[in-house]
T-cell receptor, first 114, second 112 residues
Framework: NAGVTQTPKFRVLKTGQSMTLLCAQD?????MYWYRQDPGMGLRLIHY???????AKGEVPDGYNVSRLKKQNFLLGLESAAPSQTSVYFC?????????????FGPGTRLTVL | DAKTTQPNSMESNEEEPVHLPCNHS???????IHWYRQLPSQGPEYVIH???SNVNNRMASLAIAEDRKSSTLILHRATLRDAAVYYC?????????????FGQGTRLTINP
């Protein structure tokens, strides 16, 4: 199993450009999450999904959109990138059920917006 | 979400035990205590979790106070690879999406 993979690993954007980050998991997990991590900080939840075709807002959703058309993929879109969105983005997934089940994280995407 | 309080940083020596404290004085009866760690330039990884009883696994032990207002993650014999940021997180059994709320964690440095 590859686990949770993220594409791309690095990206540099100019202000106003758009892009999509792809998260894929091969563990048949129902739940998927997108987080961002700024320097010296903990992770903050952007959006999440509890199943195919469903998404919900997290702690810091502004400026981002998401889609979960297939169970194994969770896409994070930036329609008009801003320098404040410079961050490392992590995707995670877990099986449905109670609070005992762990989240599995991807390796991250480092995004710089100039 | 109930909050946790951890020291910003700790330092220990290789092959010695490490005790990482976490205070969660407002914990509710349905909150599980989870620990994740983040190695440099990697995503977080699960370490251990517990509800009331002490727990052991291949990575660490979790000691939970009787009143559940604090817990301690124990690394029995630290290696250089254990240098990471350790996050103590509470998760409510009633919260459907089981979101994780990360604080700033404890940055653990291991000296050779």
């Amino acid at each position: 199993n590859a686990g949770v993979t993220q594409t791309p690993k690095f990206r540099v954007l100019k202000t106003g450009q758009s892009m999509t980050l792809l998260c894929a998991q091969d563990m048949n997990h129902e739940y998927m999450y997108w987080y961002r991590q700024d320097p010296g900080m903990g992770l903050r939840l952007i959006h999440y999904s509890v199943g195919e075709g469903t998404t919900a807002k997290g702690e810091v959703p502004d400026g981002y959109n998401v889609s979960r058309l297939k169970k194994q993929n969770f896409l994070l879109g930036l329609e008009s990138a801003a320098p404040s969105q410079t961050s490392v983005y992590f995707c995670a997934s877990r099986i449905a059920g109670g609070p005992s089940n762990e989240q599995f994280f991807g390796p991250g995407t480092r995004l710089t917006v100039l | 979400d109930a909050k946790t309080t951890q020291p910003n940083s700790m330092e220990s020596n290789e092959e010695e035990p490490v005790h990482l404290p976490c205070n969660h004085s407002t914990i509710s009866g349905t909150d599980y205590i989870h620990w994740y760690r983040q190695l440099p330039s990697q995503g977080p990884e699960y370490v251990i979790h517990g509800l009331t009883s002490n727990v052991n696994n291949r990575m660490a032990s979790l000691a939970i106070a009787e009143d559940r207002k604090s817990s301690t993650l124990i690394l029995h014999r630290a290696t250089l690879r254990d240098a990471a940021v350790y996050y103590c997180i509470l998760r409510d059994v009633g919260q459907g999406a089981q979101k994780l709320v990360f604080g700033q964690g404890t940055r653990l440095t291991i000296n050779p």
